[in-house]
């Protein structure tokens, strides 16, 4: 029994230990394997770690050799006889600021008008706010250029407008709202570098020392930096009081009173049309009044009433102070032409024909324009000094614009030195007959012209600001800035 027992024991602990056995080879198998397993993938880790430079110069050439080939892909595309529009598609999808700066630069005499184009250009660029951005801050940083800054102002200005090609205050704002900082959505750092960049041109304003709050600040640069404060709806982040400063200084500009809208003045808007009356800019307001909406507030007619009756009350005391000389004759002549010219423009831009009639105003322009043709006639009769004397004879000083010469031609020296009378032994000329002075034959009396009431204007009296008890006080050298122009 004893020995039954001992040999059942026996086997079982055998087959335990056997058991053990094949257990402990396959847990070192095991060992073996993940040992094996995990040298290897240190080894291929190693080795990527090692290749990392390598792929990664690798990566660079291949973004290199991708560049150029879609450089030269677009270069392609716009071949060497290629117009205008392909060019500038061409320089603005490879974001050349400066490049697109020249070339509109040497298109500046040519014929046409290419700003289209140039819209369509900037909306091919991948980034079209840094390429304008780019060429702004180029331009300001070159501005103390003393040659060829004036063409580029003049092209970044076309591109800036570009930009903002409709600047319209928004159909859902009315004038009342001074909450307008809703233009196009840019990336942040796009308005934090516009931001920077007007900052940057802010600084250069007072530097120009041409006794005025904004130095050399001309009404370009004015228009340009006005569109980027809408444009990036950076209104709120300037005083109020600056804009309107800036507003009032360059008034005469057109985009400047379809800008000012979009500044968020306001009920202030009427404020700054009073503003301009108060200064004499009659014409500034009626721009101002139309692009506002606010004709009812300030009829056009009666502000044109009151242009052109300020402007002919200059002209008639300019010929007074001048004791009708020919000098103050020109000057009048002059001021009146002037100030009939901006009334017909500023008419015919806003198309006022039906509350101001322009016939008699043209018909005097004419007669104006007829004499002053009679004037150099008569002016080129007489002797001509360049001949005689090698110089050219003076003109007006009295106006800004060009006229005719005014002073009498010089007649040719005599001279009673002995040899001369030897030489020439006819007797000395009589002088010519006197004609009469040109202020008699030009004054305003002579071709008939009508009263202020003769110009048909369908409204009522001259406006007058009612908050300001100013009169007005034109400055007869003023009226020829009351012409618009395009930028």
Not at 38 to 56: A, K, Y
Request: glycine share 6%; charged share 25%; aromatic share 6%.
């Amino acid at each position: 029994m004893a020995t039954e027992l001992f040999t059942t024991l026996s086997n079982h602990f055998k087959s335990l230990e056997e058991s053990l056995s094949l257990r402990a080879k396959s847990v070192e198998s095991k060992l073996q394997s993940l040992e094996s397993t995990s040298r290897q993938t240190l080894q291929s880790l190693s080795q990527r770690e090692d290749s990392i430079p390598q792929r990664e110069s690798e990566a660079v050439d291949g973004v290199r050799e991708r560049k150029q080939a879609a450089i030269a892909a677009i270069e392609k595309l716009v071949p060497k006889d290629a117009g205008l529009s392909e060019n500038l598609r061409s320089l603005a999808m490879r974001m050349d600021s400066l490049g697109l700066v020249k070339l509109i630069v040497s298109k500046r005499k040519e014929p046409g008008s290419f700003r289209a184009e140039l819209t369509d250009a900037i909306n091919v660029a991948i980034d079209p706010p840094k390429l304008v951005l780019d060429a702004v801050e180029e331009f300001l940083e070159n501005k103390t250029a003393r040659t060829g800054i004036m063409d580029k102002r003049w092209a970044v200005a076309l591109l800036v407008q570009a930009l903002f090609p409709d600047m319209k205050p928004s159909s859902s704002m009315n004038l009342g709202d001074e909450n307008v900082d809703s233009g196009p959505k840019f990336a942040k750092s796009v308005v934090e570098r516009a931001w920077r960049v007007l900052e940057m041109w802010k600084e250069q304003m007072g530097q120009g020392g041409e006794g005025s709050d904004f130095g050399k600040f001309g009404p370009v640069e004015a228009v340009m930096f006005l569109q980027m404060v809408v444009g990036f709806g950076l209104k709120s982040r300037f005083d109020e009081e600056f804009l309107k400063k800036m507003v009032l200084e360059f008034s005469s500009r057109r985009d400047i009173a379809k800008l000012a809208p979009c500044l968020g003045f306001g009920e202030k808007l009427a404020d700054i049309i009073d503003e301009l009356v108060r200064m004499s800019k009659e014409i500034d307001a009626v721009y101002f009044a139309t692009e506002s909406g606010l004709t009812e507030r300030f009829p056009p007619a009666s502000l044109l009433k009151s242009f052109l009756k300020n402007s002919r009350k200059n002209a008639t005391d300019a010929l007074k102070k001048g004791n009708n000389s020919a000098v103050a004759s020109e000057e009048s002549s002059n001021i009146e032409l002037n100030a009939i010219r901006a009334v017909v423009k500023c008419v015919e831009d806003q198309k006022l024909e039906s509350v101001f009639t322009l016939d008699a105003m043209k018909k005097r322009a004419n007669v104006l324009e007829k004499a002053k043709s009679e004037r150099r006639k008569s002016s080129g009769s007489a002797p001509s000094s360049s001949k005689l004397s090698g110089k050219r004879g003076h003109s007006s000083g009295g106006g800004k614009g060009s006229g005719p010469p005014i002073r009498p031609a010089k007649v040719a020296k005599l001279s009673y030195h002995p040899s001369f009378a030897r030489r020439t032994p006819a007797p000395v000329p009589a002088p010519p007959p006197r004609q009469p002075s040109p202020a008699a034959r030009y004054s305003l009396a002579r071709y008939g012209y009508p009263g202020h009431d003769a110009f048909e204007v369908n409204g009522g009296n001259p406006y007058t600001p009612t908050s300001y008890g100013v009169a007005h006080n034109r400055n007869a050298a003023g009226i020829s800035q009351q012409q618009y122009s395009p930028i």
